[in-house]
């Protein structure tokens, strides 16, 4: 369990590990670019703490206290000091670079560089930096206080070392973990998911069956939680046409390549739950 932990990114996913780790325990530096940004954030956390205490799975003065342990800035040093630093921002591959680059030159030798990606391989990411061995995956999932996964990815010189730190720093915040041993694009869940909602989506733009059918379809024949098209307006189809964008362009595996439909609705806006629709109707 990391003593003291430093997540880039506030938003989302950020915010999340940020607040399943200062609920366990841990100091947290929470920074963004913004101080708007930050402030997002830091409401997220206290209204989801403020959830769970109104549900009796947190005490006031549990929340209060993990409140207390997360502070905020906008200023990338505030890093150096961290056991563990988790990069949560945008998938694109420049910008994380570019953080992890930064980092190289901030943090302490023995520091863990651990990245939330959930497409981009991370021997690309830590190769930006002169030690990736001390560079892996940790892939969350959304919404991290009650997603019980976390994907942990060996870049190709990630060190048995710094696998097992960042699986103790996972279990140590309540996350199950999986090992994914090769860092393909997609890891294993983000190439699961994205092959099924490819599918799926050139089944509904062929007309094949409708949103509601081929969903039902995987819930009730294959015992899913929830069906490909529902999940990706859950996740948003601006963030799976991203993934699967990522994953065919370091794969070329056609199954990957995401048919018109999905880039159309990008484009339009309609991208989920986020925006009011996506391929369903939402308030």
Same mark, same amino acid.
């Given at each position: 369990? =990391?003593?003291? !932990? ?5 938003? !989302? ?26 402030? &997002?954030?830091?409401?997220? #956390? ?43 921002? %945008? ?5 994380? &670079?570019?953080? %992890? ?26 190769? =930006? *930096?002169? &030690? ?6 940790? @892939? ?10 976390? $994907? ?12 097992? =730190? ?24 983000? &190439? !699961? ?28 024949? %294959?015992? @899913? ?5 529902? *999940?990706? /307006? ?7 046409? @991203? ?6 362009? $370091? ?9 018109? #439909? ?7 806006? /309609? ?10 109707? @939402?308030?």
């Amino acid at each position: 369990m =990391a003593k003291k !932990l430093a997540v880039i990114g506030a938003g !989302l996913m950020g915010s999340g590990i940020a607040q399943v780790s200062a609920q366990a325990g841990s100091d947290v530096v929470l920074r963004d670019v913004t101080d708007a940004a930050l402030a &997002r954030g830091k409401d997220a #956390i206290e209204a989801s703490y403020a959830k769970f205490v109104s549900k009796g799975k947190l005490t006031a003065e549990g929340a209060e206290q993990a409140l207390a342990r997360i502070a905020t800035t906008t200023d990338l040093d505030a890093a150096a000091d961290a056991d563990i630093v988790v990069e949560a921002v %945008f998938e694109k591959i420049e910008v994380k &670079r570019e953080i %992890f680059a930064t980092l190289d030159g901030l943090v302490r030798d023995e520091t863990i560089l651990a990245s939330n990606t959930s497409a981009i391989p991370i021997t690309k990411i830590a190769a =930006a *930096t002169s &030690r990736p061995e001390r560079v892996v995956g940790t @892939h969350f999932f959304s919404p991290v206080p009650l997603m019980a996964l976390c $994907e942990l990815v060996r870049g190709y010189k990630t060190s048995d070392e710094t696998l097992a =730190a960042a699986r103790e720093f996972a279990e140590g915040i309540g996350k199950t973990c999986v090992v994914v041993n090769r860092d393909v694009a997609g890891f294993v869940t983000t &190439r !699961l998911i994205s092959a099924l909602v490819v599918e799926a989506a050139k089944l509904y733009e062929s007309g094949v069956a409708s949103a509601e059918d081929i969903d039902i379809a995987c819930k009730l024949g %294959f015992g @899913h939680a929830m069906g490909p098209l529902a *999940t990706a /307006d859950l996740t948003g189809v601006d963030i799976l046409l @991203h993934a699967t964008d990522n994953i065919y362009t $370091e794969s070329q595996d056609e199954k990957f390549a995401p048919p018109e #439909i999905m880039r159309r609705m990008v484009e339009a806006g /309609d991208i989920g739950r986020k925006s009011g629709r996506g391929f369903y109707p @939402h308030d």
